[in-house]
Nanobody, 122 residues
């Protein structure tokens, strides 16, 4: 099970940190990703991280502004979002796949958390 939180309303230029906590015996080692879906648009990849944390991937639209990280002792993955823009407004969902390698496609993930709304006002 994945539990995402940390969304909210923020002004453009502001920051938010999303968290995704995993629970259950299945998550002994897993890669994780964040995806988002804005109203009327398809879900899109945001960021992904390997089990070790050594490998990360970012969508071009968030590169340099967002940082994905993890604390395996807490079985939690984070998405630090800075310099937020109105176009970042979306429902953000975390995903996990058993194993060590991160994927940038949604179909690579087996488990999904509920989304958390991020709204950036101009």
């Amino acid at each position: 099970q994945l539990q995402a939180c940390g969304g909210g309303l923020v002004q453009a230029g502001g920051s938010l940190r999303l968290s995704c906590a995993a629970s259950g015996r299945a998550f002994s080692s897993y890669a994780a990703g964040w995806f988002r879906q804005a109203p009327g648009k398809e879900r899109e990849f945001v960021a992904a991280i390997s089990w070790s944390g050594d490998t990360t991937y970012y969508a071009d639209s968030v590169k340099g502004r967002f940082t994905i990280s993890r604390d395996n002792a807490k079985i939690t993955v984070y998405l630090q979002m800075s310099s937020l823009k109105p176009e970042d407004t979306a429902v953000y969902s975390c995903a996990a796949r058993l194993g060590t390698i991160a994927f940038i496609t949604a179909r690579g993930y087996d488990y999904w958390g509920q989304g958390t709304q991020v709204t950036v006002s101009s």
